[in-house]
């Protein structure tokens, strides 16, 4: 194999790597985005939204189990 050929082949194997960390941060962007309005939606006017540090956390440790499910496929 030629030199050209290993460079080309190299900047392949990189460039789905980039395509999905793009990919990956798009998604998780709309998704936030997505959450926020529908929590925002929940709550009256006037009023910001109620959310305890337990509901936090319990949100939070939900987030982690989807990515870790999500990284074993």
């Known amino acids: 194999m030629r ?3 290993k ?6 194997q ?3 790597k980039q395509k999905y960390l793009i990919l990956g941060g798009l998604l998780g ?3 936030g985005i ?3 309005y529908l929590l ?3 709550t009256e006017e006037d009023n910001p939204p109620d959310m305890s ?3 936090g956390v319990k949100i939070g440790v939900l987030v982690l189990g989807l990515l870790r499910s999500i990284a074993s496929l």
């Open 3 to 5: 030199m050209k050929d």
């Open 7 to 12: 460079q080309k082949s190299i900047v392949k």
């Open 14 to 16: 990189e460039a789905w």
């Open 29 to 31: 962007t709309a998704i």
């Open 34 to 36: 997505a959450a926020a």
């Open 40 to 42: 925002l939606q929940r």
């Open 53 to 55: 540090l337990g509901e």
